[in-house]
């Protein structure tokens, strides 16, 4: 019993986070600090990206070099 309850709180902070990573990754956009283009990534390469403070190493999809993004908060939509 003890044994179910452990692997019932780990699968509850797993999903935890990643619905914190998803609410994040809705509000959040990157922008490309070679070519200045503004993109999002994939949810999951969004949540596998190394993760320095708010910056992610992201992969741009317009000109392709791998960078350190920081994440900046989609600003123009406003309705749910
Ligand atoms: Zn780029």
């Known amino acids: 019993m003890a044994d179910n309850v452990i692997w019932i709180l780990v ?3 797993i999903i935890g986070a990643l619905l ?3 609410y994040v990754w809705r509000k ?8 200045h283009r503004p993109f999002k990534p994939t949810f999951l390469r969004s949540l596998i ?10 992969r741009c999809p317009n000109c392709s070099s791998t960078e350190y993004m ?3 908060k989609d600003e123009k939509k406003h309705a749910k």
């Open 11 to 13: 699968a509850g902070v």
């Open 20 to 22: 914190i990573h998803f």
């Open 28 to 35: 959040y956009h990157y922008i490309c600090p070679k070519c």
């Open 49 to 58: 990206a190394v993760n320095a403070a708010e910056d992610r190493k992201l």
């Open 70 to 72: 920081k994440a900046l």
